[in-house]
C-alpha cells in the first residue's frame, strides 16, 4: 500500500496521454496524473490535494518516458568524421570508433558522456543502456564509475553494458595511441563482477544496472569465452547483450567458419532467451526469426544508424510476430548523428513501412499489397521505444503511464508550426519529427528537466568543455 505520507505530485490537464500500451489502451482521457513518490497513483479527472505539486499540462502531449536500449556514449565525440561520414560497417568501425578510442582520457569519457545524456534527456528519454566499449588496460581511470556518474548527475536511470574484446580486429591498433588492444578473459570477468558488486541494483525500481556484453561474439572473442559470459552472467544475476547480424559480413564469416546462420551460432553459446537481446538484427534469413521469436530474444531496433552505414532496415516487424520482444536504440553518435529517441522513433515509423513498401510486387508477379503504409503504427513504435525497451531491459513496471507504474514521464508542449494543422495532435511528437518544447520530464517522480532546461546545468561550459575535448582527440 503507498504511504499517504508520501509527497505527491499532479500533472494536470493534458490535451492527449498515450500510454506505452497496445490496441484501445494506448492512449488514455486523463486528463491528470498523479504520481505518489516515484510511482503513478492514479489517471483520471483528479482534484488537486492540499499542497502537492501541480505541473499544468495543459494543451501539452504526455507520453512514457522513453528507454533507449543500445547507445555508445563516448562516440558523442565523434559526430561526423570526414574519414567515415560514407563508409558501411567494417570500414566506419577502422575510421572511428578503432581509430579514437584509445585516445580517451576521463574528462573527454565525461564530456561525451554529458553531451550524449543530455541530448537523450531533452528528448524524454528517462533509462539508457550504453553499450561502453571504452574499457582498456592502460587507461588509468574507472569508465563504468565516470558513466554512472554522469547519469545520476542527470537524474536518470542508467543500464551499463560493459563491453569487451578478447580478440583484437585487424588494423584496430595501428594507432600507436590505442592503448586499448584485447583484453584477458579473465580480466573482464572479474570486471563485470566488480561492477555488479559495486553498481547493479536487480530492484524493480532500479536506477543502476549491469550487463554482461562481449562487444561483437563472431570477431572479438572466443565461442568457448562466449558460452562462459553467458553462464557467468547468469549466474550473477544479470542479462546478456551484444551485437549480431548488422550487415551481411556476419554471415558470411559466420557461414565460413562455423557452418551456420549468426543466429544459430548464438543459441550454440547459450545467447538466447528472454534474459537476451542483441542490437541490429538487420540481415536475418527465416528460420533465424523464428528462432529469436521461439526463444523470446529482444531486439535493440537501430534504424537511424542502420540507414546511416548502408546496412538495411531490420524485420522489426516480423521479429515481433515471430515473438521476439522489439525495442529502438539510438546507438553511438559517430553512427547516427541525429542520437535522440525523438529522432529514432520517427525514422522507425517511416523506415518499417519502406520496408514493407520496398518487399511488395504487382500482381502479375504474385504481389498482394501496394506498399506498407500500415506496416506499423505510431501506436507501435511509441510501445517499441517505451514499454518494450523496459521489458528487454527487466524493467517490468517501466515505460507504461498506469497506475503502478514507475513516475518516468515525459510532457511535450506541441506550439511550433511544425505541429499546427495536426488533426491528431498525440501523434505529434512521432509524426512530425524534430524535437518537441519539453514542458518536464519526470524519473522515478522527480522532475529532471522543466521549460526545456535541466536546472544547474552551464550549456556554455559544456560546448567548451567539448571543444577542448575535441582538440585532445585530434591530435
Known amino acids: 500500500m503507498p504511504n499517504p505520507n508520501t509527497p505527491t505530485c499532479l500533472i494536470r490537464g493534458a490535451a492527449g496521454i498515450m500510454t506505452g500500451a497496445s490496441g484501445a489502451a494506448a492512449r488514455h482521457a486523463g486528463p491528470d496524473i498523479r504520481i505518489r513518490g516515484a510511482r503513478i497513483e492514479a489517471i483520471g479527472a483528479l482534484e488537486a490535494l492540499a499542497g502537492e505539486r501541480v505541473i499544468d499540462a495543459a494543451g501539452c502531449m504526455v507520453y512514457p518516458a522513453w528507454v533507449n536500449t543500445h547507445h555508445h556514449l563516448a562516440e558523442s565525440l565523434l559526430k561526423g568524421l570526414p574519414a567515415g561520414i560514407n563508409c558501411s560497417l567494417s570500414d566506419w568501425l577502422v575510421a572511428v570508433p578503432l581509430a579514437y578510442r584509445g585516445r580517451f582520457d576521463e574528462e573527454a569519457l565525461r564530456v561525451a558522456a554529458r553531451i550524449g545524456l543530455l541530448e537523450l534527456l531533452l528528448s524524454g528519454c528517462g533509462t539508457v543502456a550504453d553499450h561502453n566499449f571504452v574499457n582498456f588496460p592502460a587507461a588509468g581511470f574507472d569508465s563504468a564509475a565516470i558513466l554512472f556518474e554522469e547519469a545520476t548527475a542527470l537524474g536518470l536511470r542508467f543500464v551499463l553494458c560493459r563491453g569487451a574484446s578478447t580478440l583484437a580486429r585487424p588494423k584496430a591498433n595501428r594507432d600507436p595511441r590505442d592503448r586499448w588492444g584485447a583484453e584477458p578473459f579473465e580480466t573482464v570477468l572479474r570486471s563485470v563482477e566488480r561492477a555488479v558488486a559495486t553498481f ?136 547516427n548523428e541525429a542520437a535522440d529517441m525523438i529522432s529514432e522513433v520517427h525514422a522507425a515509423w517511416h523506415m518499417q513501412r519502406a520496408r514493407e513498401g520496398q518487399l511488395a510486387r504487382p500482381g502479375y508477379d504474385g504481389g498482394t499489397r501496394e506498399g506498407g503504409g500500415g506496416a506499423v503504427t505510431v501506436e507501435d513504435v511509441i510501445r517499441w521505444g517505451t514499454a518494450g525497451g523496459a521489458d528487454v ?83
Not at 544508424?305 to 546507438?331: F, Q, T, Y
Not at 512521432?430 to 522543466?450: C, D, H, T
Open 393 to 475: 531491459l527487466g524493467f517490468a513496471a517501466g515505460g507504461r503511464l498506469v497506475p503502478g507504474a514507475l513516475a518516468d514521464i515525459a510532457i511535450y508542449r506541441l506550439d511550433e508550426p511544425r505541429y499546427l494543422g495536426l488533426h491528431d495532435r498525440a501523434l505529434g511528437p512521432v509524426v512530425s519529427g524534430g524535437r518537441p518544447f519539453l514542458r518536464a520530464l519526470m524519473v522515478g517522480g522527480k522532475v529532471v528537466a522543466e521549460n526545456d532546461r535541466v536546472p544547474g546545468l552551464d550549456l556554455d561550459e559544456l560546448a567548451a568543455r567539448a571543444r577542448s575535448a575535441l582538440a585532445r582527440l585530434a591530435h
Open 200 to 335: 547493479h541494483d536487480p530492484s524493480d525500481d532500479a536506477f543502476r544496472r549491469v550487463v554482461m556484453a562481449p562487444t561483437t561474439p563472431l570477431f572479438e572473442i572466443e565461442p568457448g569465452q562466449l558460452r562462459e559470459c553467458a553462464q557467468a552472467g547468469r549466474a550473477l544475476g544479470i542479462r546478456l547483450h551484444t551485437h549480431l547480424s548488422e550487415t551481411v559480413r556476419y554471415a558470411e564469416f559466420t557461414y565460413a567458419k562455423f557452418g551456420c546462420s549468426p543466429v544459430e551460432f548464438a543459441a550454440r553459446h547459450d545467447w538466447l532467451g528472454p534474459d537476451v537481446w542483441f542490437a541490429h538484427l538487420v540481415k536475418l534469413e527465416a528460420h533465424e526469426i523464428a528462432l529469436l521469436g521461439s526463444t523470446g530474444t529482444g531486439m535493440a531496433h537501430c534504424p537511424q544508424s542502420n540507414a546511416r552505414l548502408g546496412s538495411g532496415i531490420a524485420p522489426a516487424v516480423e521479429l515481433e510476430r515471430a515473438g521476439a520482444r522489439v525495442s529502438l536504440g539510438v546507438d553511438g553518435a559517430g553512427s
